[in-house]
């Protein structure tokens, strides 16, 4: 089945540690996304692709790092300059990147400190 | 960005209709879309709205109107299920980038 694959589910960080959320699809879309959710919050948008080879920083970029170096994949690295990384992370996939097409989601990752 | 605003929380009884408002500022607006969220998990996709007016599938319907900044989601019928959180949002440039509301968490009770 198409979909997007989010993993692991659950993480853990040490302090000082950079961890990788993985994110796949196999949608064939050009679009990928990462959101960050705090309990009672809407999604925030960290960075999002629209093409192979490009990204751009969102509204909560800093503390975050990403590639997108094949069209079915954009990691995202939490890294130890992200003081607050205790939340719910999601990555969403959008046929292209205009207005109009539905972003769809993965299960989603969740993130805590040690 | 937009300032989207959405009502935290809304209870009604399993068979009743909800309405959920949903108002925003924006600039370079191209639609509207409205997600379900049930707990702990992804938001699925509901419903788009780009012209103003009302779209009906099912059970739930959206409205919107782009002059006014509005749209809500009309939820019909209520099934136990249908409790979750409800996000809408609005594009923020052509590129697809969204800004969400921080949802509207609807109990349904016996």
């Known amino acids: 089945d198409g979909g997007i694959t989010q993993s692991p589910k659950y993480l853990f960080r040490k302090e000082g540690q950079n961890v990788t959320l993985s994110c796949e699809q196999n949608l064939n879309h050009d679009a990928m996304y990462w959101y960050r959710q705090d309990p009672g919050q809407g999604l925030r948008l960290i960075y999002y692709?629209?093409?192979?080879?490009?990204?751009q920083k969102g509204d909560i970029a800093e503390g975050y790092s990403v590639s997108r170096e094949k069209k079915e994949s954009f990691p995202l690295t939490v890294t130890s300059a992200q003081k607050n990384p205790t939340a719910f992370y999601l990555c969403a996939s959008s046929m292209d990147d205009r207005g109009g097409q539905p972003q769809h989601f993965g299960d989603g990752t969740r993130l805590s400190i040690l | 960005g937009q300032n989207i605003d959405q009502p935290t929380e809304m209870t009604a009884t399993e068979g009743a209709i909800v309405q959920i408002n949903c108002t925003y500022q924006?600039?370079?607006?191209?639609?509207l879309f409205w997600y379900q969220q049930h707990a702990g998990e992804a938001p699925t996709f509901l419903s788009y709205n780009v012209l103003d007016g009302l779209e009906e599938k099912g059970r739930f319907s959206s409205f919107l109107s782009r002059s006014k900044g509005y749209s809500y989601l009309l939820l019909k019928e209520l099934q136990m299920k249908d409790s979750a959180s409800y996000l809408c949002a609005v594009p923020t440039d052509s590129w697809g980038k969204l800004q969400f509301g921080a949802g509207t968490q609807v109990v349904v009770t016996p």
């Open positions: 692709s629209q093409i192979v080879n490009d990204f």
């Open positions: 924006t600039s370079g607006f191209n639609g």
